[in-house]
C-alpha cells in the first residue's frame, strides 16, 4: 500500500498541469492585485490625513517607490528560492504599496477621466492577452523588441524630468502605450509556454502563477498609466 501511496504522489506531481485552470488562477491573483491596488489608491486619495503622509512627504513617496521596485525584483528574482506562501504575501503587499504612489493619479485626474481610460485600457488589455493566447505566431522576436524600447522610453522619462519637454512627454506616452500593448501579447503567450513545461505540483504552480500575475499586472498598470496620460482631463 505504501509503495502504491508513493506511485500515486509521483504520478500526480509528474502529471502535465491544467492549462485553462492555471491561466485562469493566474488571472485571478492579477485581478485581486488590482483590486487591493485601485482601493487603496483610492481610501488614500480620499484622506487628507493619508495625502499628507504617503504624497505629501517627499522621503515616504520616494521611499515607498524604492521599496516597491525591491519587492518586485524580490519576488522576481527570488521565486525559485522562496515558499509559494512568502510570494503570494510579497505579491500582495506590493499591490497595496503600489496603490499607496498611484493614489496621486486620483488627486491629478477627474474620476470620470480615471474610468475612461480603465475600461480603455480593460479592453485593450483583454484583447491582446486573447491574441497572445491564441495566436500561433512566435511573438519571441517581438519581446526582445519591444523589452528595448521599454529601456529607451525609461532613459528618455528620466532625462525629460530635466527637460520638461511637453512634445518628448508625449512621444513617451504614445510610445509607452504601444510597447506595453505589445508586452502584453508577448507576456500571455510566455506565461501560456511556460506553463506548458509545468508539472501538476501545487507548489510549482502557484509560484508560477504569482510571477505569471505579477507580469500582467504590471503590464496593465503601465498601459493604463500611459493612456491616462493621453485621455485624462486633468484637475
Sequence with gaps: MEYNN????QAAISAPINISAYM????GWMTLALTITALTAL????????VNLFLANKFVFYGLIIGQLLLVMGISGLIN???STLATLLFIIY????????????????QSSIALAFFIT?????????YGYFTNRDLTSMGSLLFMGLIGIIIASVVN??????????IISYAG????????????????????LMNDDSETAQKGAILGALTLYLDFINLFIFILRIFGGRK
Aim: glycine share 4%; aromatic share 14%; net charge neutral.
Design 81 to 83: 528560492r522562496i515558499s
Design 161 to 170: 524630468l530635466f527637460m520638461s519637454s511637453e512634445t518628448l512627454y508625449w
Design 24 to 27: 485562469t488562477r493566474v488571472f
Design 95 to 110: 499591490s497595496a504599496a503600489n496603490g499607496l504612489t498611484l493614489s496621486v493619479l486620483f488627486l491629478a485626474y477627474a
Design 43 to 50: 481610501s488614500v486619495a480620499s484622506s487628507d490625513a493619508l
Design 122 to 130: 480593460a479592453g485593450t488589455f483583454a484583447f491582446m492577452v486573447a
Design 6 to 9: 508513493q506511485q500515486a504522489e
Design 177 to 196: 502605450v504601444f510597447i506595453f500593448v505589445g508586452l502584453t501579447a508577448y507576456d500571455a503567450q510566455k506565461i501560456k509556454n511556460q506553463a506548458l
